[in-house]
């Protein structure tokens, strides 16, 4: 995520989705009569999904999974409504953090940016400050090094991605231009840099489980500015021709 308050895009988002592959889901579209407002790629088995914008507020909302103690079996709540809620009103004060799993929760709008982030026990809420932030399982930048399983790899891929998006010019995706144009010099990296799935550095990553197929599902971009939005998204991880504009206002 790249927050630039001058910027006639302030707020530039890149979310990687990792999840087995068996996992049924739908690309974006507004799949929630109750949001009738929110576009977002929806999971089916919970029905919620893993970000979600409302082109009109603008805001955009993103959920990863954290580490820690998972919420009681009765009364569990699905992570996948926290970027609805988000997107939606503008305000996650009032959740019952008890009854969600861990997770990191990246918050948007045109003034204000801020992670917040429950890992089973206690929530903390961080305002993100102009520049780059890069946000994985283990938290912002990595911060929590006892996050467990995997926390060598995703410190990996910071290492090797986060300077090459810092060195990178910084997107203005304008409307109405391909997606390669609109986020040119992030999209190399966006599409794995030319990294290969199963080293720990990946951005797009796979590995197997048995039968099952666990990696990178999709990826998305999102850019905010002052009456508009620019979502980008591609659910084939790698594939330059897989991009499609969801919305260009």
Known sequence: MSVEPASEYPVLLAGVRDEFHDRPWIPPGRHWPQYPRLVGGQDLLASGTWLAVDPQAPRVSCVLNGRGPLA???GRLSRGELPLRFAATGAVDDLDLIRYDPFHLICATLTEV????WNGERQERQELSPGLHVVVNSGLEGSDPT????TEAMAARLGFFRPRLLAAPRPRPVPRVATDKAWGPWL?????????PLDDRALLVRREFGERTWGTTSVTLVGLRSGGVRYDFSG??????????VVED
């Open 72 to 74: 009681p079996e009765s």
């Open 114 to 117: 801020f992670l917040l982030s």
């Open 147 to 150: 996050a467990g399983p995997g």
């Open 188 to 196: 190399p990296l966006l599409e794995g840099g030319g990294v290969d």
């Open 236 to 245: 084939a991880p790698g594939d330059a021709g897989a991009w499609t504009a």
